[in-house]
């Protein structure tokens, strides 16, 4: 396993992390002793970054993680949690509430700090909330030792070329713009130096987009992007290959990307995806399943307010005029 520095934090982060939203049954129905098994599996081979939210599972997923981590040292592991977000359409950063849910999960981790404290999917609110009351609760939150660091998180990429100019933040978390189908990430770390602010990148199947089985009814992406994803996983079975250790790979190899959240709540599978970040890309498969997905590359969708999807919005426009 590979070691990177998170930015400023100085935190050197495992570049495959352990996302535990799948604690929480977020995906399909997991067995609580299977997601501790996972997460003492993760530590065991080499992981040392861990990321929760109270959104996961509405709180079954730190409950979980807590039970997991209260068996293992605390200094084996780091630890991320994130406040704002508590349902689908739940969202809440003012300042008590930011506070008041950082003491929830703590009780709910069985730790009395976590490394760092994301604001989660900021762009559903408007940014002068986040810049105004909710970072500087971060920075409160720094000063009394209850996180060592504060970040933002959110899917537009645009959302933080917008906002990181002018947020005073540790880190950063963006999600499906750093896999095979879509590296648009790239174009964001010029402005990630500029702020020296620590970049994860999560989840590298972009959100079960690169799979045989076909996304969820629930998943917000295009058909013409499903369905170019079921192709690429169908080549690469029809070549003895998983996309899913091709993904995983990818996402973890470049140095200027951190680390990589996946989620799981089987052990093996974490134990598999670990060791394939040791293993050789196969790059003759790899420009094969980049090619077929070039036609929908860097392809998104929208989340959140209208002044962070203006790009999609245009494309559309174009497509549709």
């Known amino acids: 396993m590979q070691y990177r520095r998170l930015g400023r934090t100085g935190l050197d982060v495992s570049a495959l992390s352990f996302g535990a939203s799948s604690l929480g049954s977020v995906f399909r129905e997991t067995d609580d002793r299977d997601g501790i098994r996972a997460v003492h599996a993760a530590v065991d081979a080499g992981i040392n970054y861990i990321d929760v939210s109270p959104y ?97 998180c ?20 963006s999600y499906c713009h750093y896999s095979l189908n879509d590296a648009s990430l790239l174009e964001l770390l010029p402005l990630i130096a500029s702020k020296d602010a620590g970049l994860v990148n999560a989840s590298p199947l972009s959100m079960g987009l690169l799979g045989t089985r076909g996304t969820p009814a629930w998943h917000p992406a295009g058909p013409e992007l499903k369905a170019a994803c079921k192709r690429a996983a169908e080549f690469c079975v029809a070549q003895g290959a998983d996309i899913a250790k091709l993904a995983v790979q990818f996402s973890t190899a470049n140095p200027a990307i951190p680390t990589t959240l996946v989620s799981t709540a ?47 919005h245009r494309k559309e426009g174009a497509e549709n005029g």
């Not at 070329?161 to 002018?166: D, G, S, T, V």
């Not at 929908?296 to 307010?305: A, D, K, L, T, Y």
Request: zero cysteines.
């Open 154 to 173: 959110g899917l537009p990429l645009e959302l933080f070329e917008k906002l990181l100019p002018r947020a005073d933040v540790d880190a950063i978390i």
């Open 266 to 312: 089987n052990p093996d599978n974490i134990v598999k995806n670990a060791a394939w970040t040791d293993e050789p890309i196969d790059e003759a498969l790899l420009a094969q399943v980049l090619a077929l997905l070039e036609p929908v590359r860097g392809e998104s969708w929208v989340s959140g307010r209208p002044e962070y999807n203006e790009r999609i």
């Open 56 to 152: 996961y599972g509405l709180t079954k997923a730190e409950t979980v993680l807590g039970r997991a981590i209260r068996e293992l040292p605390r200094d084996k592991f780091y630890l991320s949690t994130k406040a704002g977000r508590y349902g689908l359409d739940d969202f809440d950063f003012s300042a008590g509430r930011i506070v008041r849910s950082l003491e929830e999960s703590l009780a709910r981790l069985h730790t009395d700090y976590v490394d760092i404290l994301f604001l989660h999917d900021i762009e559903f609110v408007p940014a002068d909330l986040i810049l105004e009351e909710a970072i500087p609760t971060l920075h409160r939150l720094k000063e009394q030792g209850k996180i060592r660091f504060g970040g933002i």
